[in-house]
């Protein structure tokens, strides 16, 4: 998981990299090599039994891949009518959403380290944010909560159907990111090379983070495995800094800080703790 939210944070370099970005484009193009990478996997590995485990996914598995495509368009919509900062901010109600939804639907039960860490993890998100909470759209705000709603309900199917290999259905997220931007496009795309691959290749990055997703799922309570989206959203405005010179504010290098020196801690307490086990 700490390798899912280093890889994944990068995706703000791809977008302030783009020409000229825009988000229905993006998700297009990015579902489209999601869904030509995961297939070349999945027939590596899979083989002669491709079509069996591809049909194997069932509705655990076609509910897991819609909520994730939708969270992937939500997200990108939300950022395009309101403030990144309302968007991060509602985003980091992720962990505990899948909380109450794990207690609720699989009887998860938090340890004290777990909430120790989902609160400071939080606290490092406000942080921040906290110098751009706007008002913002409503609309938008709206989007917000319902990509955290969604990639909680999408944590919740993986977690409960550990048992089953559900890598497949990241198809069904690809596909609606697909469908999804050409309904609002109306079939229309004029984009520059440039983006175009940039896209293509943001698309494989997911492609390798979403399975290590679902295979970490299998060892981690759902709210555990969501604390790392807080990570991701930390290290994305570091990389954007270092690289590309994006300024940014000291509250924000705070608040990562928090963030990251949260979930560092809670691993190196789970190392310990197994190592003393094997002992």
Known sequence: MLFYAHLLSTSGLFFRSMEKPDIWQISFYRGSALI?????????????SFFDNL????????????????????????????TIANTTFTLCSIPFLTAGLAYAFLSERLSFPTVITMFA???????????????????GNILAMLTALMFSAFAITVRKNRKFDLVPALLISGLVNVLGSLVVTGGEYIS????????????????????????ASRYLIAAEVTIFTLLEFSLAPLWVWLLMN?????????????????????????????HKKVR
Not at 59 to 82: I, V
């Open 36 to 48: 030509v990478c995961v297939l070349v996997f999945l027939i590596i590995k899979y083989r002669a």
């Open 55 to 82: 049909f194997g996914i069932g509705f655990p598995g076609l509910f897991a891949g819609a909520m994730m495509g939708g969270a992937q368009l939500t997200y990108m919509a939300a950022m395009d009518n309101t």
């Open 192 to 215: 520059s090379d440039h983006d175009i691959i940039l896209s293509f290749i943001w698309g494989c990055v997911q492609s390798i983070c979403f399975p290590i997703f679902i295979i």
């Open 246 to 274: 994006e300024t940014t504010t000291t509250m924000s290098l705070v608040g990562g800080a928090i963030v990251v020196s949260s979930v560092l801690a809670r691993t190196i307490y789970d190392i310990s703790n197994n």
């Open 121 to 139: 993890a939080g606290l490092g998100v406000l942080t921040m944010v906290w110098e751009g909470i706007e008002l913002g759209s409503i609309y």
